[in-house]
């Protein structure tokens, strides 16, 4: 057990430990903890694909006999799980610690999803998808802040774009996935639960990797375990170095001053994000709400929209959702370099931007039956190329412009708000959009996506903060710095 420091003992330090870490080039331990962390998107990424795949069957008898408001209902019941999710998790992973609750929440995840696989009616199916939602939305809050802690400044942007961009690597797996599983190898009635049970399955192995993960020694520093972290901190510039330390280069500015605390309290948490950083409350609410109502609203409802309009059968289902979900991983992995390399503010208000003008391009063609399945299909995977970057981006920008003591919990408010407001509002009102089984309808939530998305550029042009290749320390500076 580490020794936890009282009232009587807290004390001001001096310490290099950001500096170290930010020093460091990039080496296999860094792509072995990225690969034990990032995984949270993948699986988010597959479990949405297959929900959205497989609403086909969850519709037929051989499923569950869902009607379509049911099978978007199911979607909301998830993203409200997230929501819960994140603010809980988030609140206990700054206060307990990161380590902890990434094994917790992955481990909530896991279960639900395989319990998912046994769900016999809507209200058991309902349940074990909020559960599911619980545990996804607090990864977002304890991943997206250990791995931003970990990473050096110099390639963060890099990184949590990539890191991000692995959701929509899971999607393609959900529709290869689903693919197979619809393809009649498998007994209708059996073949959607072993898809749920995959998504568990791959869970409850990266939870086995994820034991190797030290504790954030930025959060150890905070909180009075100063010895723990320098050793931390030490065993990773041993393995970066091979076993040659002395040949890193030297850490590179001022000393961090800190006053020791074993927790921040709530108020000056929300005194803080809407008093001191009042500007950046706005710009990372109008950046989640944004992606959050566009990714809801266009990707998740896809397949019901290709369905009703477009006639095509359940089996084709994944067919035309893997366009999207490739072009969505590639935009990342293409585009990430640039947002170091360039800067946040420029690439973010583009990327925001030209997803929203290519969106609204398409409402009239849509609305007026100009443009088919196909043509759409490739129109949309084109608009998420530049979108998919634009919403990594978002938790990007609201991990980087907190500080470090209430960085999961901003990431949790601002993913809750949003999702929220975007994304539990997106299925319900597209799921309503679709059942008038008019595309003059839809062509008018398309038309809502597109706006926020601009309005998303607008207000990174305005306000956004420029952190490429900044410490964290730097961009916010800490609540307990003297």
């Not at 209902?73 to 819960?84: H, I, N, S």
């Not at 925001?352 to 759409?376: H, N, T």
Request: hydrophobic share 50%.
């Amino acid at each position: 057990m580490m020794p936890r420091a009282t009232p009587a003992q807290k004390q001001r330090v001096e310490t290099n430990i950001p500096a170290r870490l930010d020093r460091l080039p990039w080496s296999r331990w860094h792509t072995r903890i990225i690969t034990a962390l990032g995984t949270s998107w993948l699986l988010d990424g597959l479990e949405v694909t297959l929900v959205g795949s497989l609403s086909g069957v969850l519709e037929s008898k051989g499923g569950l006999s869902l009607t379509d408001t049911q099978v978007t209902g199911a979607a909301t019941t998830y993203l409200a799980g997230a929501v819960l999710g994140a603010l809980t998790f988030g609140y206990l992973t700054d206060r307990l610690g990161r380590r902890k609750l990434f094994l917790v929440t992955l481990a909530t995840y896991s279960l639900a999803t395989i319990g998912t696989a046994f769900s016999w009616n809507l209200f058991a199916f309902s349940i074990f998808r909020f559960f599911t939602g619980f545990g996804i939305g607090g990864e977002y809050a304890a991943i997206n802040s250990a791995v931003d802690e970990l990473i050096p400044g110099r390639l963060r942007g890099t990184v949590d774009l990539i890191v991000n961009g692995t959701f929509w690597l899971g999607a393609t797996i959900g529709s290869f996935v689903a693919m197979f599983l619809l393809s009649g190898y498998l007994p209708r009635h059996t073949g959607w639960r072993y898809s749920f049970g995959v998504g568990g399955t791959l869970g409850i192995v990266v939870l086995i990797l994820r034991l190797f993960v030290p504790e954030s020694p930025r959060w150890l520093m905070l909180r009075g375990y100063e010895a723990k972290a320098g050793d931390v901190v030490a065993e990773i510039e041993n393995r970066v170095s091979k076993g040659h330390p002395e040949k890193l280069a030297p850490p590179d500015g001022d000393s961090l001053k800190i006053t020791v605390r074993d927790h921040t309290p709530m108020k000056e948490i929300f005194r803080n994000m809407a008093g001191d950083n009042r500007q950046r409350s706005i710009l990372g609410l109008v950046l989640m709400v944004a992606q959050a109502f566009f990714f809801n609203a266009v990707f998740f409802s896809y397949a019901l929209i290709v369905k009703t309009f477009f006639h095509v059968n359940n089996r084709d289902l994944p067919v035309h959702l893997l366009p999207f979900a490739i072009a969505s991983f590639l935009g990342p992995l293409m585009l990430g370099r640039l947002f170091d390399k360039i800067g946040r503010k420029p690439m973010i208000t583009a990327c925001y931007g030209a997803a929203g003008l290519l969106l609204a391009a398409v409402v009239i063609p849509f609305a007026r039956g100009y443009i088919g399945a196909r043509g759409l299909e490739i129109w949309f995977s084109i608009i998420f190329f530049i979108a998919s970057s634009a919403a990594s981006a978002a938790y990007l920008t609201v991990s980087e412009i907190f500080p470090l003591e209430i960085r999961a919990f901003a990431i949790a408010i601002f993913y809750s708000l949003g999702t929220s407001i975007g994304g539990v509002g997106a299925p319900l009102l597209f799921g309503y959009l679709i059942a008038t089984n008019s595309k003059f309808n839809v062509g008018l939530g398309y038309a809502l996506g597109a706006a926020l998305m601009i309005g998303g550029a607008i207000c990174e042009r305005l306000i956004g903060v420029e952190a490429a290749g900044r410490s964290l320390e730097s961009i916010s500076k800490p609540l307990q710095s003297y």
